[in-house]
């Protein structure tokens, strides 16, 4: 086995690399984009897709042309579980402290995904099933996580998944969620304002260096969480979210 220059075998590199390329292109590329995008010759590329195909990481299409496979899935929900269960106690405490339901999300894709969640104790309160998938662009999370992005990649997730309202609040023009991006950028945090679902409110904040584009966020019915709300809210936000940064390094 070769070892690469930071200490770690170049041809598991490589394989990653290829994933991360394929993920960055949505999930889909021929082998000569694989190549140009890796700057590999062609038979070393041809070499590790084998490999990863053989053992279920990426599948072949009848075009010739490779995807992610579907043994990355069953890899995902159990980071994705993990990824939960050290965030939960900061979850459950953001919930006590604020009184509504705390969430923790991250992008998958082109979709965010609810990983863990801590309820409020309101009997008239948000639940969002654990390992749900949404649209990006219309819930305080998925906002959050875009910011993260660049432009051009935003514009290429809705290119790729469109903006369907949800409501009559949701964003549905690209110019429009690149203005949301822009603002969001400037003041750390993103509101989701009956964007997703008419009379509940969202709160949400990055989680600084995580792996993947994360944020935490405090959700409940617009009554109770108001933009007052949200000024007592954003710190106890970040100061959880920098704590769930803690756990997610010194995991990896």
């Not at 995902?76 to 705390?102: F, I, K, N």
């Not at 514009?155 to 409501?167: D, F, K, L, Q, Y």
């Not at 260096?209 to 959700?219: D, H, L």
Request: glycine share 10%.
């Amino acid at each position: 086995m070769t070892m690469a220059n930071g200490g770690g075998v170049q041809s598991v590199d490589r394989a990653i690399d290829l994933l991360e390329i394929m993920t960055d292109l949505g999930g889909e590329a021929a082998l000569s984009e694989l190549a140009t995008a890796a700057e590999l010759p062609l038979p070393t590329i041809h070499r590790l897709m084998r490999t990863l195909v053989t053992r279920g990481y990426a599948r072949q299409l009848p075009s010739r042309r490779y995807t992610l496979g579907p043994r990355l899935i069953r890899l995902g929900e159990s980071a994705g579980r993990q990824v939960g269960a050290g965030a939960r106690p900061h979850l459950e405490r953001l919930a006590r402290e604020l009184g509504e339901t705390a969430n923790l999300a991250m992008i998958d894709r082109d979709m965010v995904v609810y990983v863990a969640q801590a309820s409020s104790s309101h009997s008239m309160r948000m639940f969002t099933e654990v390992g749900r998938r949404v649209y990006c662009h219309c819930t305080g999370v998925g906002k959050m996580v875009l910011a993260e992005l660049p432009d051009s990649t935003i514009r290429e997730i809705v290119g790729r998944v469109g903006m369907p309202p949800a409501t009559d609040q949701s964003i549905t023009t690209v110019e429009g969620l690149l203005t949301e991006m822009a603002t969001i950028r400037e003041q750390g945090y993103s509101v989701d304002d009956g964007e997703q679902e008419i009379g509940v409110r969202c709160f949400a904040v990055p989680v600084p260096g995580a792996p993947t584009p994360t944020a935490v966020s405090v959700s409940g019915p617009a009554a109770r969480v108001t933009y007052e709300f949200g000024e007592t809210a954003l710190p106890l936000l970040h100061d959880a979210a920098r704590q769930i940064s803690a756990e997610l390094l010194s995991a990896a």
